[in-house]
């Protein structure tokens, strides 16, 4: 093999380690443990000043729910959707999060009860960032009308609140608009979602430790490289 390929294929093999890393730590979590009970949000629930298109079904969400697994400080967010994911080409799912600070960053808009102090972007194409760091490959899944992402706690340090004490509110946006006039819903209307507590079954903590120890090769290939 030439010498010139060698970075790339240790390149290779540490994306793929840590997608599957990352993978595998999703999968527990989902699997594995009790799962709060979704947040209904009303359907056709389009804001009045929406000037997106109605027939952006995606956009009009029908459930949210937020998990902590705090054996793996893992947050999973979920939606659920009128129509597929996707189904608007420039559509943003953002979540808000108070994690202790949290201001009524809508409250001039009539919505005082929406309260964040930083704010999670997922997109259809399965890809996300919080507070500008990019989620890695895997942490965002789409499944129909569904849209869920693992996301490490790391990313959302505490600003007073507990980790399991967070509250959330998801609002999707059509980014062909600008300004508020982007934004479709607010699942729930008016208010924030409690995180639920999931804790594991035991029989998931051997996929878990499976994802772990993929992240630590992981971080062993790159001290190997800069070795």
């Not at 240790?10 to 989902?30: D, I």
């Not at 849209?147 to 340090?157: C, E, H, K, V, W």
Request: aromatic letters at 6%; charged letters at 15%; glycine letters at 12%.
């Amino acid at each position: 093999m030439p010498i010139s390929r060698i970075p790339a294929s240790r390149s290779t093999l540490r994306r793929g380690l840590r997608g599957l890393a990352h993978t595998t730590l999703m999968a527990a979590s989902l699997l594995g443990a009790a799962h709060a009970a979704p947040v209904a949000d009303p359907a056709g629930d389009f804001l009045a000043t929406f000037a997106g298109q109605q027939s952006s079904t995606d956009l009009d969400i029908l459930s949210v729910s937020a998990d902590y697994i705090e054996a793996s400080d893992t947050f999973i967010l979920s939606s659920t959707s009128a129509g597929d994911i996707g189904l608007t080409p420039k559509g943003l799912f953002v979540w808000g999060v108070n994690r202790g600070t949290g201001t009524a960053g809508f409250a001039a808009n009539g919505l005082p009860g929406v309260l964040f102090d930083l704010v999670v972007l997922l997109r259809p194409d399965g890809t996300g960032s919080v507070g500008g760091t990019a989620l890695t490959a895997g942490s965002v899944t789409v499944s129909g009308k569904t849209l869920t992402a693992s996301i490490s706690g790391s990313l959302l340090p505490s600003k007073g609140f507990a980790k399991q004490d967070y509250t959330w509110n998801l609002w999707p946006r059509d980014t062909a608009v600008a300004g508020f006039a982007a934004i479709s819903d607010f699942a729930p209307d008016n208010s924030n979602i409690a995180t639920t507590l999931a804790v594991p079954e035991p029989g998931t903590y051997a996929l878990m430790a499976a994802g772990l120890l993929a992240c630590g090769l992981v971080r062993r290939a790159g001290k190997r490289q800069l070795g």
